[in-house]
């Protein structure tokens, strides 16, 4: 059997250098060139006959990183590895409904559709906003999930006086993935999102008073979303802490991070984030992905979960 070959764009190579890390492998890291006009070049060396797994989530600018993941799987096509899978910790694009109405594309079948004719033979997601990417991707998707290593670093414990909230009805599934494994309760919130910055959060469904609360979302982006949330929980739960699995964080949205007062906001590193001071506590999936990367390396099913240190 040959090893694994880690290859890293330039979206997060510190998290590609801790999966290899894991795996007792090195890894390689492609910096690409970078036109006047924006244009990327990405050049691959010594990948022929291996087991390749390109590590590059579609991390904010999305759009760069994307290109530069289709230009890395077309180059390790190009140079005969054996096999290509994409590894795309956030995977975005996802948020866009695949049976959008008339008119509308659907952007996530879209993307899948183009990684895979770019040469990736597989892809390896975390938690995407919806499972439906494994229904219109062309090729075999492994979705792995954040929730157990996030649950646990939260301290989520089968006490039954924590409650999960959901910060709108979408991320109720989500919420029942934290809470069932250990018959905690949940709570909804009902939100409306008044423009891509703003929300409205009207009323929680479910008893939080004088209750914990885990506020979970899969991610936080201008952080509108857990912004809102808190303004309802304040005042009622007892103590609130934040998970989310992504944080694809504008500026403005790590800033408000900041200000909501939350004691801990826990992410993970499936996309790099420039400031993780406290409040934000980073997650580290290296050891999730390097499992799931020797599962497939063996052609072995990939394990549903891992024990968690
Ligand atoms: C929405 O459906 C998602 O699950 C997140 O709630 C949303 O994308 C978070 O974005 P923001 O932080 O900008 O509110």
Known sequence: MISPHILSGSANPRLALAIAEQLEVTATVVVPERFADGELRSTVHRVCGDDVFVVQPTAPPVNDHLVELLLLLDACRRARAARITAVVPYFGYTRQDPSAGPGATPGMR?????????????????????????????????TLTAVPLLAHRAGLDASGHTVVV????????????????????????????????????????????????????????????????????????????????????????????????????????????????????????????????????????????????
């Open 110 to 142: 879209l993307i899948a559709e183009a990684i895979a004719h770019a040469g990736a033979d597989r892809l390896v997601v975390v938690d995407p906003h919806t499972v439906e990417l494994e229904a219109v991707s062309p090729i075999p998707v492994e």
């Open 166 to 309: 959901a910060p709108d009805l979408g991320a109720a599934k989500l919420a029942e993935r934290y809470a069932a494994p250990i018959q905690d309760t949940i709570a909804l919130i009902r939100k409306f999102r008044q423009s891509g910055s703003t929300v409205n959060a009207v009323e929680v469904l479910g008893d939080i008073e004088g209750r914990p609360a885990l506020l979970i979302d899969d991610m936080i982006c201008t952080g509108a979303t857990i912004e809102a949330a808190l303004h309802l929980l304040h005042g009622h739960a007892s103590d609130i802490v934040v998970a989310a699995v992504h944080g694809p964080l504008t500026a403005a949205g790590a800033a408000r991070l900041r200000e909501f007062g939350v004691r801990r906001i826990l992410v993970t590193d499936s996309i790099a984030l420039p400031d993780t001071a406290p409040p934000i506590e980073v997650c580290s999936l290296a050891p999730l992905l390097a499992a799931a990367i020797a599962d497939l390396n063996s052609d072995r099913p990939v394990r549903e979960a891992l024990p968690i240190s």
